[in-house]
């Protein structure tokens, strides 16, 4: 329609394409380093300290030699555990997969590659701290949670 109306030329047009297409894999891109960087330096330690912490409390309570049940930080610590390893394997793949693209020329192989792989990939990441945050004690959460930011507004 552009080009038979004389707005553009299909040069022109494949020119747009091409400039939208790469704006889209340099945000994506940015979204997906700015995600590794919160996994790095936030949420990884923030999980680990918090195990840390019920880790403690298990020890403390098996301490007392009272025969207490501590099945709560049992599973506690083997769902955030396993949560926490798979966390930081999903991260490395996301890494990697952003390593790859780096060697990509073809601009709409590359935002399908985006929207194919690394998107993916951040979704399953998205789905794992979700989960984390909802076992982990608020305080410990290096982040508002939404009902922080939803009900703090004044």
Same mark, same amino acid.
């Given at each position: ?49 918090? +195990? $840390? /912490?019920?880790?403690?409390? !298990? ?8 025969? *207490?049940?501590? &099945? ?17 394997? +999903? $991260? /490395?793949?996301?890494?990697? !997969? ?8 073809? *601009?709409?192989? &590359? ?44």
């Amino acid at each position: 329609v552009f080009s038979e109306h004389g707005v553009y030329s299909q040069e022109e047009l494949n020119a747009q394409f091409e400039i939208r297409m790469e704006n889209y894999c340099k945000v994506v891109r940015i979204e997906a380093l700015t995600l590794l960087n919160m996994v790095n330096k936030d949420i990884l330690p923030a999980e680990s300290a918090f +195990l $840390k /912490d019920l880790c403690d409390s !298990l020890n403390a309570r098996t301490q007392t030699g009272i025969g *207490v049940s501590v &099945r709560y930080e049992e599973s506690l610590i083997r769902d955030l555990s396993e949560k926490l390893d798979r966390l930081y394997e +999903l $991260k /490395d793949e996301l890494k990697a !997969l952003l390593d790859q693209d780096l060697c990509m020329s073809d *601009v709409t192989k &590359r935002a399908f590659y985006f929207k194919d792989r690394i998107l993916v990939a951040m979704k399953r990441i998205r789905e794992i701290v979700d989960a984390m945050e909802d076992m982990t004690r608020t305080d410990c959460w290096p982040y508002p949670t939404y009902g922080a930011i939803l009900f703090s507004v004044k």
